[in-house]
Structure formats: structure tokens, C-alpha cells
């Protein structure tokens, strides 16, 4: 039988434990989190990985230069390597920081884009550099705009609801094992 000072020691010390486990637990979901979006990339998945189905991102437009053979999204890796997690008071946010990577949003959620006499430059000086007809068709089209489809990469999933569970149930398991 346990005397109450060694009851009070035993309290004290799994009170230390359940708050070492709240203290490290944010930076642990932050950075499955980021690991969940950034698998979101992977060649394979190339869609948004809710843990119970992909949803499969649109293809690009065949004959488009300097895609083949490379994942969509991923020229520079720089938007899959943007992805951070923010601790703040109550909750993590898990994004991209949208002065770094200003085009991430619009690549998330899709939209559309004005074509400016910029971008028609553009097209003219790829045209030019490769003599690619894909540039010129570009820089000719008449459209106002185009059209840039959503490929999430971000955002709540049920996979990231079972990993917090999972690891919260094992840490907190793994104090009453020890006691």
C-alpha cells in the first residue's frame, strides 16, 4: 500500500510527464503536418492525399516546354519546400509564407490570370530563345486571360486528425506503462 506522500510523488511526476507530452506536442503536429503536404508532391500522389483518397491534380497541357519528365508543381521545389508550420497561441497553421511565394494561393485554389503586355513580352523572348511554336501560339492568342487550375496542396485533412491521435494516445500510453 502506497502512503499518500508517495501517491503525491507519483501525481507529480505523470503531472510533469502530461506536461512535457502539451509542451512538445505542437512542434511534433507541426511537423507531421508539413510532412503530410509536402507528400502531396511526391511523383506518384501529385494530388491532394486526404488519407482516405487522392484527388488527383489536372495534367498539364500536353507539349508544354520544359514539363516532361518532372512532377507538376515542382520546376523549382521551391513551393513544396516553402511549406512551414506557425505556432501560434491556440492552434498551428500550417501554410506558405505568401510574401516568399506569391503564386502558391493561386496554384492552391486556382483562378484566373489577365495576360499583360509583360507576359506577352515574355512569350515573344521564349519564342525567340527556343523557337518553340508554343510561345508564339501564346504571345498571338487573343484571350484576355487564362485559366489556372486549383491543385491543392494544402489544407485540413483526416490523415492529419488520425496522426495527432495516434501520437497523443502513444505518448500518453506510453506514461501509464511507466508508472
Known sequence: MQTIDQLLQDFYRHRRQFDEVLRILPTVVGTEGVRLARNNFATGTEGFDDGSSVDKWQLRIPG????????????????????????????????????????????????????????????????????????????????????????RFLGHTPQLDQVVTRIVSNRIQAIFNNA
Do not use: C
Open 64 to 151: 508544354t516546354p520544359g514539363n516532361q519528365g518532372r512532377p507538376i508543381l515542382t520546376k523549382s521545389g521551391n513551393l513544396k519546400d516553402s511549406i512551414r508550420y506557425v505556432l501560434m497561441s491556440n492552434r498551428i497553421s500550417i501554410g506558405v509564407n505568401l510574401s516568399e511565394i506569391p503564386y502558391a494561393k493561386l496554384h492552391n485554389e486556382g483562378g484566373i490570370i489577365a495576360k499583360t503586355e509583360k507576359m506577352k513580352r515574355y512569350f515573344w523572348a521564349m519564342y525567340i530563345t527556343t523557337g518553340d511554336h508554343f510561345w508564339k501560339n501564346l504571345a498571338l492568342s487573343k484571350k484576355a486571360s487564362f485559366t489556372i487550375a486549383a491543385r
